[in-house]
């Protein structure tokens, strides 16, 4: 486990303020502090050419932000859905786009891409580097127009990527999962598991657990 000079336990330091990806690292123990990433990937929109750019330079964006500011183990991760036609689904701008969507996932396959960028920075200068994509398939069942109609009025898809959150309402949707179901939440934990320890984070260890605050 890293530590630093003075002997305290140097944490992992998350560059996201989703609530979900703090629920996930709790799970597998890991000690934290979130350091919200001040990246803008509005500028990614027109320079990645494809879901699998786009996700990787956006978690590697939001990782770099944060390592030039904090000394550290720092991960950035971003998560997108791309709709069976290859487009990236955002988040809807209002109930008739989340409804378009849900239609254009109804009865289909989709891939959720996760990017996870994990960085050791020293100094503000990364020492250690390590990135993955990891790719889930997800098969929604026939939905009935009654299902959509009911499942947008509760509001939840308005501010979930592709309109839907598979540990929230939509879960019933879902027919077949192919990979990581913690991806399409909002982070592979599979994967992260196995880079963690390379990097000398400790699993586990929430008996130890740090406070965690946005700074």
């Given at each position: 486990m890293l530590r630093a000079a003075s002997g305290s336990v140097v944490p992992l330091l998350l560059a996201s303020a989703s609530p979900r990806r703090r629920e996930l690292l709790g799970l597998i123990g890991v000690r934290f502090v979130v350091v919200v990433s001040r990246f803008d990937e509005s500028a990614l929109l027109?320079?990645?050419t494809d879901p699998v750019s786009y996700v990787q330079a956006a978690a590697r964006g939001k990782a770099?932000?944060?390592a030039v500011r904090r000394a550290g183990v720092v991960l950035g991760v971003d998560t997108d859905v791309v709709g069976p036609e290859g487009r990236i689904l955002g988040k809807?701008?209002?109930a008739d786009e989340a409804k378009k969507m849900l239609?254009?996932?109804?009865?289909?396959?989709?891939?959720?891409y996760s990017g996870i960028a994990l960085l050791r920075?020293?100094?503000?200068?990364?020492v250690q580097r390590e990135e993955v994509i990891v790719e889930?398939?997800?098969?929604?069942?026939?939905l009935?127009?009654?299902?959509i109609e009911a499942y947008v009025a509760t509001g939840e898809p308005i501010d979930k990527a592709g309109a839907y959150a598979i540990q929230g309402g939509a879960l019933p949707f879902v027919s077949k999962i192919e990979g990581d179901?913690?991806?399409v939440i909002g982070l592979p934990l599979a994967a992260l598991c196995t880079m963690l320890p390379r990097f000398g984070v400790a699993l586990w260890n929430a008996a130890s657990s740090l406070p965690n605050e946005g700074i």
């Amino acid at each position: 486990m890293l530590r630093a000079a003075s002997g305290s336990v140097v944490p992992l330091l998350l560059a996201s303020a989703s609530p979900r990806r703090r629920e996930l690292l709790g799970l597998i123990g890991v000690r934290f502090v979130v350091v919200v990433s001040r990246f803008d990937e509005s500028a990614l929109l027109s320079e990645a050419t494809d879901p699998v750019s786009y996700v990787q330079a956006a978690a590697r964006g939001k990782a770099e932000d944060v390592a030039v500011r904090r000394a550290g183990v720092v991960l950035g991760v971003d998560t997108d859905v791309v709709g069976p036609e290859g487009r990236i689904l955002g988040k809807p701008a209002n109930a008739d786009e989340a409804k378009k969507m849900l239609r254009s996932l109804s009865g289909r396959t989709h891939s959720v891409y996760s990017g996870i960028a994990l960085l050791r920075s020293e100094a503000g200068r990364v020492v250690q580097r390590e990135e993955v994509i990891v790719e889930t398939r997800v098969t929604f069942a026939e939905l009935p127009q009654s299902a959509i109609e009911a499942y947008v009025a509760t509001g939840e898809p308005i501010d979930k990527a592709g309109a839907y959150a598979i540990q929230g309402g939509a879960l019933p949707f879902v027919s077949k999962i192919e990979g990581d179901l913690a991806s399409v939440i909002g982070l592979p934990l599979a994967a992260l598991c196995t880079m963690l320890p390379r990097f000398g984070v400790a699993l586990w260890n929430a008996a130890s657990s740090l406070p965690n605050e946005g700074i």
